[in-house]
Each structure stands twice: as C-alpha cells, then as structure tokens.
C-alpha cells in the first residue's frame, strides 16, 4: 500500500513539474529546468510562483512591431529585428540570452565577439546595430563600415532628407542626425 501512495506522489509532482516548466516556456525564458523542480516539489505554489514571472515574448513583440513599423518607413529593405537587452546581457543569433559575463553562446557556442561590439561607454550592442543603445555613438567597427559609394548630390539630398524625417519622428537623436550629416557631405 506504501508503493501505491509514493507511485502516486511522484505522479502528482511530475504532473505538477511539467506544468510548471511548460508555463515558464510558453512566457519565453530559457533556463526551465529549476522551475520543473519548484512544481515537483511545491505543486500548485511553485506553479503559481511561475505564473507570477513576466511575459517575455510580449515585451518583445511590442519591440519587434516597432521596429517592423520603422523598418517599412525608413529602409529599402527591411531587416530581421533583433531584441536589444536592456543590459549588458547580449543575445545570440541562435536566439539565446546569455549573461554580460558569458564569453560565448551557452545554447550554439558562438563566441561573443561574433555577434556583439563594444562601444567606448561600455555598452554591447548588436553586430548590426548603426549606434550604441546607451550614448549613440557610430558602430566603427570594420565590418559594419559601408563600402565607399559614390553618391551624385540627389542621393545625398534623398538621404539627408530621409533622416531629418527620422530626427522629427524622435527615431533618431540631434548628435546621430549630425553624425550623418557630416558622413554624407564629406565633412
């Protein structure tokens, strides 16, 4: 009669740990195995302590809208839009979170100098991001530097007017407007 009642406790805290995991996953966090054991072990309150966790995937679809928004109205070709940590937490390719002191991609391997750039304020933006995220400077790394083109004065009148279009809009601040203004006129 023992066996029956373990058998069903290890049950009840399987059913309760999956549960729990699976609510964690569907909110968008990586790390869930912790949180399979918080239902096992405390059943409906560790599912309840999970349910409380913040939504991650809806922050970042608010995100991603916008820059779809943005993306449509001010470029040629639209780009994928990359989620921006509001740390110094940087995030893969593939996808994962990983933490500012992580030296590559605990999910692919991929080292962090692959994906990200270190601005001069300290801050790791993306390897596609034109300005740092905390003081606006330019990405100067090599790689991300435009391959010089030869503009005739129409293109540079189109481009100006497209980021003064940008700096109304508040998508842009005065010193990258200036930025690029000197980078168009040569100045």
């Not at 992580?102 to 692959?114: A, F, L, Q, V, Y």
């Not at 090599?142 to 481009?159: G, M, R, S």
């Not at 809009?169 to 407007?177: A, P, R």
């Amino acid at each position: 009669m023992e066996a029956v009642w373990i058998i069903m406790a290890l049950l009840w805290g399987i059913v309760w740990g999956a549960c729990t995991r699976q609510n964690v996953i569907d909110k968008g966090y990586d790390s869930v195995g912790a949180y399979f054991l918080l239902g096992f072990f405390l059943g409906f309150i560790g599912f309840i302590i999970a349910y409380a966790k913040p939504d991650i995937k809806k922050e970042e679809q608010e995100r991603m809208m916008r820059e779809i928004y943005y993306n449509s109205r001010y470029q040629s070709q639209p780009q994928q839009p990359q989620y921006q940590a509001p740390t110094n937490d940087w995030r893969c390719t593939c996808g994962a979170m990983n933490k500012d002191y992580e030296t590559s991609c605990h999910r692919c391997g991929k080292e962090i100098s692959e994906v990200t750039w270190s601005c001069s304020c300290g801050m790791r933006n993306q390897k596609n991001a034109a300005f740092c995220e905390k003081c606006g400077k330019p990405n100067t790394t090599p790689e991300t530097q435009p391959a010089k083109a030869t503009l005739n004065a129409d293109n540079v009148q189109d481009e100006l007017k497209k980021y003064k279009e940008m700096l109304d809009d508040g998508l842009i601040t005065e010193e990258e407007f200036a930025a690029k203004k000197k980078q168009l006129l040569g100045i």
